[in-house]
């Protein structure tokens, strides 16, 4: 469960701001996107593989 300390005189928006903040760290989002198809685990280690080798790239492009 997420709780949300709010200090005195703090708006709304602020607090829903935090609440956000807090749930995207959980991950549940993303973790109900990835179990929503199924994905091979040869297509996932390829796809890391991808990952790495692109910001490996742009690490090289930028020096």
Same mark, same amino acid.
């Given at each position: 469960?997420?709780?949300?300390?709010?200090?005195?005189?703090?708006?709304?928006?602020?607090?829903?701001?935090?609440?956000?903040?807090? =749930? $995207? /760290?959980?991950? #549940?989002? %993303?973790?109900?996107r990835a179990r929503k198809? =199924? $994905? /091979?685990?040869? #297509?996932? %280690?390829?796809?890391v593989v991808k990952r790495?080798?692109?910001?490996?790239?742009?690490?090289?492009v930028e020096e």
């Amino acid at each position: 469960m997420i709780i949300v300390q709010l200090k005195e005189g703090e708006n709304i928006e602020r607090a829903l701001k935090k609440f956000k903040r807090k =749930f $995207e /760290k959980t991950g #549940v989002i %993303r973790e109900l996107r990835a179990r929503k198809t =199924f $994905e /091979k685990p040869s #297509v996932k %280690r390829r796809d890391v593989v991808k990952r790495a080798i692109y910001r490996q790239h742009m690490q090289n492009v930028e020096e």
